[in-house]
């Protein structure tokens, strides 16, 4: 079983920045792909970045590309995500996702779902 516990969100103004960490509770964190996601009240649930279980393949939604940047440190059993040059409709909750498969742009692609972090970008 894998718990995955997200932190770092909150409310940020428009061009801010947030990082967000996913810490796993798991032996074996480098044999996991990982990945976030987001959902706003008004959107389903979307793919945000995914990293390999490495971190040598990194894939990134068109909405984020050049704004965020996925990283993990399998020594500390965490993942990363910063995002820089926040927008409005970036607000939503991140969740952050693993899985023993190959990362995957696909909600489908992942087994074990954090609880999710909260993320407001004011105008």
């Known amino acids: 079983q894998v718990q995955l516990t997200e932190s770092g969100g909150g409310l940020v103004q428009a061009g801010g920045s947030l990082r967000l960490s996913c810490a796993a509770s798991?032996?074996?964190?480098?044999?996991?792909?990982m990945g976030w996601f987001r959902q706003s009240p008004w959107q389903e649930r979307e793919f945000v970045a995914s990293?390999?279980?490495?971190?040598?393949?990194?894939s990134y939604a068109e909405s984020v590309q050049g704004r965020f940047t996925i990283s993990r440190d399998n020594a500390k059993n965490t993942m990363y995500l910063q995002m820089n040059s926040l927008k409005p409709e970036d607000t939503a909750v991140y969740y952050c996702?693993?899985?023993?498969?190959?990362?995957?742009?696909?909600?489908?692609?992942?087994?074990?779902w954090g609880q999710g972090t909260q993320v407001t970008v004011s105008p």
């Open positions: 990293i390999s279980w490495s971190g040598a393949t990194t």
């Open positions: 798991v032996r074996t964190f480098s044999s996991y792909s």
């Open positions: 996702v693993a899985d023993l498969r190959p990362s995957s742009d696909y909600v489908s692609g992942y087994d074990y």
